[in-house]
């Protein structure tokens, strides 16, 4: 069965290595030399394979908060049901580094996975959370977000990228359950 793998994140080179880009980051990782190209929606995509499964990477070119038009069009373009899916992004309620996988849940104050959930109509996808870590107390949400990473955090930021990628590997191969077994 083809694997939907959908990465959030904002379109443009103001956003590269941003916090809020971690999505659009794992998949270069997984796209290896691979090209994006446009898609049928509002998306640009690769189609690969991970451990000898097909898959397909998706990177919204719709913005964060209007993540779920591309994620509703790729699932229909590709005739996919939600257990296809497989949304990627970054999460403040996680230390910097570490990573979290969830068979579905709430947005938990994302505003690319609300926006998911409010155009697919429901929270049953899984998906593999990375951590930013949270602002400190006198910095915005917004631009905590939409800030590059420190310098001293890149070495902690690849070796988070390199587990996601792991991570994916194994949900691709042998499920969401043992991914959350192996990685969380």
Do not use: W
């Amino acid at each position: 069965m083809t694997k939907l793998l959908l990465g959030l994140g904002n379109p443009g080179k103001k956003y590269v290595y941003t916090r809020h880009n971690l999505g659009y980051a794992l998949l270069d990782l997984l796209a290896k030399d691979k090209k994006f190209v446009p898609g049928k929606g509002q998306y640009f995509l690769v189609k690969a394979k991970i451990k000898s499964q097909k898959v397909i990477l998706a990177k919204p070119i719709t913005f964060m908060n209007q993540s779920g038009i591309a994620a509703r069009q790729c699932l229909e373009d590709f005739g996919l049901g939600l257990e296809s899916l497989l949304v990627l992004c970054d999460d403040v309620n996680l230390p910097l580094g570490k990573i979290r996988i969830r068979p579905d849940g709430t947005d938990g104050g994302h505003n690319g996975l609300k926006s998911i959930i409010n155009e697919l109509g429901c929270s049953e996808f899984a998906r593999l959370r990375m951590g930013i870590g949270f602002p400190l107390h006198n910095v915005k949400m917004e631009d905590y977000v939409l800030r590059k990473f420190e310098p001293e955090d890149k070495r902690e930021v690849q070796n988070m990228l390199q587990t996601a990628s792991l991570a994916v590997g194994q949900i691709i191969s042998s499920g969401i359950k043992q991914g959350m077994d192996r990685f969380n």
